[in-house]
T-cell receptor
Framework: EAGVTQSPTHLIKTRGQQVTLRCSPISGHTSVYWYQQALGLGLQFLLWYDEGEERNRGNFPPRFSGRQFPNYSSELNVNALELEDSALYLC???????????FGSGTRLTVV | KNQVEQSPQSLIILEGKNCTLQCNYTVSPFSNLRWYKQDTGRGPVSLTIMTFSENTKSNGRYTATLDADTKQSSLHITASQLSDSASYICVGPDFGNEKLTFGTGTRLTIIP
């Protein structure tokens, strides 16, 4: 069974640019979660999607947004990138419950 | 505000030795508590999930304990191996939604 896949694995952007990160959940998982992990810090909750709807979001500005597609894959968009957006962005999926929470390997974003 | 605090921040031990990592939480009401292992630059991988009724749970050389009265959990690693070098993250849920509260982790380094 394929795990949670994220793309790209790494990317470098300049300040002010926009970026889109992608996540494919485990087959059968309807919930997708996005987390930000800045260097040396704990994971910070960004967004939760379930059945195509945004169910909850963390304490991040509106320039962080996303969506979930009918096949349950998801995108995270970050506009007007700032240097402090440099982090590992992790996607996780679950079958709609708080158990079975599986993470992808993440996308390392560097903003210069 | 729910918080999860871990200690020590970092730990270095010799290969083959045992170690214990600590987690104190203030999640209320308690639903479940998880331990994850995160290799550098990778997504966290679940080690154990403990419910309120469990006070110990093992996964190979990893044994998690839980004291719901004192709101403390520990992760004990026996006969450490070089591959155990990673960050170990304690996670408590915000009951009623999907926003997990992540500790900042303990960075464990195993030296030969």
């Amino acid at each position: 069974e394929a795990g949670v896949t994220q793309s790209p694995t790494h990317l470098i952007k300049t300040r002010g640019q926009q970026v889109t990160l992608r996540c494919s959940p485990i087959s059968g998982h309807t919930s997708v979660y996005w987390y930000q992990q800045a260097l040396g810090l704990g994971l910070q909750f960004l967004l939760w999607y379930d059945e195509g709807e945004e169910r909850n979001r963390g304490n991040f500005p509106p320039r962080f947004s996303g969506r979930q597609f009918p096949n349950y894959s998801s995108e995270l968009n970050v506009n007007a990138l700032e240097l402090e957006d440099s982090a590992l962005y992790l996607c996780a999926s679950s079958p709609g419950t708080s158990y079975g929470y599986t993470f992808g390997s993440g996308t390392r974003l560097t903003v210069v | 505000k729910n918080q999860v605090e871990q200690s020590p921040q970092s730990l270095i031990i010799l290969e083959g030795k045992n170690c214990t990592l600590q987690c104190n939480y203030t999640v209320s009401p308690f639903s479940n508590l998880r331990w994850y292992k995160q290799d550098t630059g990778r997504g966290p991988v679940s080690l154990t999930i403990m419910t309120f009724s469990e006070n110990t749970k093992s996964n190979g050389r990893y044994t998690a304990t839980l004291d719901a009265d004192t709101k403390q959990s520990s992760l004990h690693i026996t006969a450490s191996q070089l591959s155990d070098s990673a960050s170990y993250i304690c996670v408590g849920p915000d009951f009623g939604n999907e926003k997990l509260t992540f500790g900042t982790g303990t960075r464990l380094t195993i030296i030969p």
